[in-house]
């Protein structure tokens, strides 16, 4: 099982579900952008207006869309900090490892922070990190976060799909999937770009956010 301690919680930021150079995902997840090159200069401009260069980013999956390894460097080489991937769906290319460290599958993280939800005796928070929600996960019932992506936070609309096969197989994941979103624990949260304005969010404001989940 692999696990990674970080000592910094104000340097760690999370995302997913990028899509960088994917234009159909603007109508699939509505997203408010005219065209493909809006869209990705948004996104990198988000990402770089908060993130330094020695912060950490967690990539949990989908970063860009069929691209060849030239493509998805020339979207690395334009944002800032430390990127760490965890490979999603949609990664097929080959990534430089040079310049992101990637995992495929999950990982689990140790988070210093005397403030943590989980841990608190010992002066840490454990964050299993997947681009899939889990159902459970390393010591959830203790407290553990699970951060993830995939569901773009945002129901998809069938009406944008005209592709018989591409309707058909979103018609059953609505049906089959987004049913569980209701399910998910107090203690997960999904880190895609759709519902954090295109922008990273930082482990303060996760931390906030699941402890107003927990005392709500």
């Known amino acids: 099982m692999k696990t990674l301690n970080f000592t910094q919680s104000d340097k760690l930021y999370y995302t ?56 998805i460097s020339w979207y690395l080489d334009r944002l800032k900090g430390n990127k760490i991937l965890i490979l999603g769906n949609h990664d097929k290319g080959k990534f430089p490892l040079s310049k992101v460290t990637v995992y495929d599958g999950f990982i689990n993280t140790n988070v210093t922070d005397p403030e943590g939800i989980d841990g608190t005796e010992k002066g840490y928070q454990r964050i299993t990190l997947c681009h899939y929600p889990m159902l459970s996960w390393y010591q959830s019932h203790r407290g553990a976060w699970q951060l993830f992506g995939h569901w773009h936070n945002v129901k ?51 931390k906030n956010i699941i402890r107003k989940n927990l005392n709500g």
């Open 16 to 71: 997913s579900d990028l899509h960088l150079g994917h234009e159909a995902i603007m109508s699939h997840c509505n997203r408010p952008f005219d065209t493909i090159e809006e869209m990705d200069k948004t996104i990198i401009n988000n990402w770089n207006n908060i993130i330094k260069d020695d912060d950490i980013v967690f990539i949990l999956g989908d970063f860009c869309w069929k691209m060849g390894s030239s493509g």
């Open 156 to 206: 998809v609309q069938e009406s944008t799909f005209v592709d018989r096969r591409e309707e058909f197989e979103i018609k059953t994941y609505l049906k089959e999937e987004y049913v569980f979103m209701d399910r998910l624990r107090k203690n997960q949260y999904d880190v895609g770009v759709d519902g954090n304005n295109f922008t990273p969010i930082s482990y303060n404001e996760i």
